[in-house]
T-cell receptor
Framework: GENVEQHPSTLSVQEGDSAVIKCTYS??????FPWYKQELGKGPQLIID?????GEKKDQRIAVTLNKTAKHFSLHITETQPEDSAVYFC????????????FGTGTRLQVTL | DTGVSQDPRHKITKRGQNVTFRCDPI?????LYWYRQTLGQGPEFLTY????????KSRLLSDRFSAERPKGSFSTLEIQRTEQGDSAMYLC????????????FGPGTRLTVT
């Protein structure tokens, strides 16, 4: 089955700096890669996703890049703000059948003033 | 609020008791998923419904677990004879299916087995 590894497990940045979180996946058939933000006591919130036919996608301060050959994808957050502090999860799945998500182990992002 | 809702938000039970959780998906989403999340880990897939049909179950879903989605709308997850190892956050997600792969999660039910 699919295996997703995520690094780093914790990340501390100063407000205004950029943050990068990296994930690798094992199943070359995976073709959908969402990122979720989870705040304490809440469910994961979808913040951005990318499909395998696209190499990069941006949404305001958030961007995701995908390298299919290397089987890794990354989340980039620019101009970080204190409200970006949360746990971020990457995930992978195959569109079409169950499309069940396999998640990474999460990155705790702390944005300090 | 038209998001995914789950009830209850918290449940404390004694070992050996049965518990049932409910999930109401986003209206008209035909796919519904259950995941389990333990502390410090990402969610793990448990089971999946396409309308009222349960199409896939994880090996994590032991015989003590059963899920239903009787009319293709809300879903229930029941755990019989709970064990301390069942303590976790149980998350429900829904998806429009077909061309939409996005899964939207509810707030979860935190289960504590004492």
């Amino acid at each position: 089955g699919e295996n997703v590894e995520q690094h780093p497990s914790t990340l501390s940045v100063q407000e205004g700096d950029s943050a990068v979180i990296k994930c690798t996946y094992s199943d070359s058939a995976s073709n959908y890669f969402p990122w979720y933000k989870q705040e304490l006591g809440k469910g994961p919130q979808l913040i951005i996703d990318i499909r395998s036919n696209v190499g990069e996608k941006k949404d305001q301060r958030i961007a995701v890049t995908l390298n299919k050959t290397a089987k890794h994808f990354s989340l980039h957050i620019t101009e970080t703000q204190p409200e970006d502090s949360a746990v971020y999860f990457c995930a992978a799945s195959r569109i079409g059948t169950a499309s069940k998500l396999t998640f990474g182990t999460g990155t705790r992002l702390q944005v300090t003033l | 609020d038209t998001g995914v809702s789950q009830d209850p938000r918290h449940k404390i039970t004694k070992r050996g008791q049965n518990v049932t959780f409910r999930c109401d998906p986003i209206s008209e989403h035909n796919r519904l998923y259950w995941y389990r999340q333990t502390l410090g880990q990402g969610p793990e897939f448990l089971t999946y419904f396409q309308n009222e049909a349960q199409l896939e179950k994880s090996r994590l879903l032991s015989d003590r677990f059963s899920a239903e989605r009787p009319k293709g709308s809300f879903s229930t997850l029941e755990i019989q004879r709970t064990e301390q190892g069942d303590s976790a956050m149980y998350l429900c997600a829904s998806s429009p299916g077909t061309s939409g792969s996005e899964q939207y999660f509810g707030p979860g039910t935190r289960l504590t087995v004492t």
